[in-house]
């Protein structure tokens, strides 16, 4: 074996995107009430605030989250 110092190389992390229940719903092609219950099973990204993601106070799903499922 060599002395050589072994580098780990780091795959880039996806870029964020806190999507809006409307914007979930047209991209999805589900309602609603069908979204909420797919977040009660645990098929579908819980809903989190995004207040520091969006300008107003309010709540969406992480499409990063919701690729990794």
Known sequence: MSNQPVTSVEA??????IMRRDEVEQKTGFKRAHIYNLMKEGKFPRAKRADLYLSA???GVDLGERRQA
């Open 12 to 17: 880039p992390q996806p870029q964020r995107h």
């Open 57 to 59: 106070p309010s709540t």
